[in-house]
Nanobody
Framework: QVQLVESGGGSVQTGGSLRLTCTAS?????????LAWFRQAPGKEREGVAC????????YYADSVKGRFTISQDNAKNTLYLQMSSLKPEDTALYYC?????????????????????WGQGTQVTVSS
């Protein structure tokens, strides 16, 4: 059974940094999977933030986070990361990790929620001004 567990969320001030972690069980990252971070603020749709394909480390970022967020993965630890810097109040949301196994999702497709079939429960990020 595939399970994803996020951690690392918290409250920071504008300009601060956080690193989110997503640990997987029930499958291994090296089995060429697409992994992504999404976020959802109250009253808004779920938004794709960044994605990575474990087969070749292809990455893609939403324009809203490009240059500030970095997605990475550690196959040995079966863990996905999202390093977030220069945080803004509009980054406040519940952050989720998701995966689609044995599928290479790229460009806009890799940040579309409908493309993913396994999700974590989320970790809250709050950025205050």
């Amino acid at each position: 059974q595939v399970q994803l567990v996020e951690s690392g969320g918290g409250s920071v001030q504008t300009g601060g940094s956080l690193r989110l972690t997503c640990t997987a069980s029930g499958f291994t990252y090296y089995t060429a999977s697409s992994l992504a971070w999404f976020r959802q603020a109250p009253g808004k749709e779920r938004e794709g933030v960044a994605c990575i394909y474990t087969g070749n480390d292809y990455t893609y970022y939403a324009d809203s986070v490009k240059g500030r967020f970095t997605i990475s993965q550690d196959n040995a630890k079966n863990t996905l990361y999202l390093q977030m810097s220069s945080l803004k109040p509009e980054d406040t949301a519940l952050y989720y990790c998701a995966t689609r196994r044995r599928t290479f999702l790229y460009n806009n497709a890799c940040v579309k929620p409908d493309e993913y079939n396994y999700w974590g429960q989320g970790t809250q990020v709050t950025v205050s001004s």
